[in-house]
């Protein structure tokens, strides 16, 4: 009679083939014969009202502080519309913090993207194509450079911080080489009249957030795919030895993170017009902050996008606050870095009771 092997990974090692952080769990199976399986969560709902309860609170602070124009029509749209891109591009963020990875060049993605779009659209075009072919080469862009970034982490075996940072500053550089320096003005009206147009009210690109957001839910609590990011991110070598094709899945997740990078250029450049290098500068950390504060665990294993959603509104209406009353550039950074902080300070608490249970 064969004796089952022991499944143990040691710490402080590197999952094989995952270029993921090392794990010290033992992922040996349990004394009763079922091998551990990290459990699904949609994010808790506890967490979630949590944030909404936060919302509702900074939406009154913002009628005290601004009065009743704070929740008038056209702030509430203006809001939404500040959320879309960020709102879309921390949707694939969402996936690879769940995965136990970190994409740091999704601000740098979306810049080359929309650089790319726009100097299709204002050098290369021809007037008779269409402007959709502009749209599928930012599309194009975004997924290839995450698909990069993919197959350094999964196949080269290189931390994603690693990996993500270097894509962070060659897709900046690749951009200003590409516009040199200069902000390209895109023109192209069927472009612009179809995503800065509006359906029963609402501007269209709050509709492609919206269809994200439940395309991102569906494909993370109702799939197969998501079933298995969230495996890889519990416990890399408990996933490999359940069958998932670890790294393989690990370069789709990030290629699905250039994807939504990719969107988010797209939307962006509908609302500017302008492709400049510049664009997404920063937008990393505005990402990576939401989907922490969303409930998303930094060590992997459990993600949600109902969470990351709210996140985004939480600091879009903070930042409609900071607006509203003239506050200083500083003064926000100041109250994003605070936020930030109390937010993994919790991650933490949430991530030793999770390992102590």
Known sequence: MSETPSATVPAGSTPEGTGLPP?????????NGSRRTPKFQLGGLGHSLGLIIALVLLIVIGVATSGQRFVGMSNVMVILEQTAVIGVVSIGVTFVITAAGIDLSVGSVLGLATVWASTLATQTMAENSHWIV??????????????????????GKVVSF???LAMLV?????????????????????YKDFFRGDFIGIPVIVWIFLLVAVGGWVLLA????????????????????????????????FALSGLTAGIGAVMMLARTTAGSSTNGYLMELDAIAAVVIGGTLLIGGRGTIVGTVLGVLVFAVLNNIFIQNNLSISTQALAK?????????????????????
Do not use: C
């Open 23 to 31: 794990t010290n769990r033992d992922v040996s199976p349990s004394t």
């Open 134 to 155: 502009m749209v599928f080469t930012a599309l194009a862009v975004g997924t290839v450079a995450g698909l990069v970034n993919g197959v350094i982490i999964a196949y």
């Open 162 to 164: 690693i990996a993500t």
């Open 170 to 190: 060659a897709a900046r550089g690749l951009a200003e080489i590409i516009s040199n320096r200069r902000t390209q003005i895109v023109e192209v009206d069927g």
């Open 222 to 253: 109702r799939t197969t795919f998501g079933r298995r990011t969230i495996a890889v991110g519990g416990n890399p070598e408990a996933a490999r030895l359940a069958g998932i094709k670890v790294q393989r899945h690990t370069m789709w997740v």
């Open 337 to 357: 870095g605070a936020i930030i902080v109390l937010a993994v300070l919790l991650q933490q608490r949430f991530a030793t009771r999770a390992r102590s249970s």
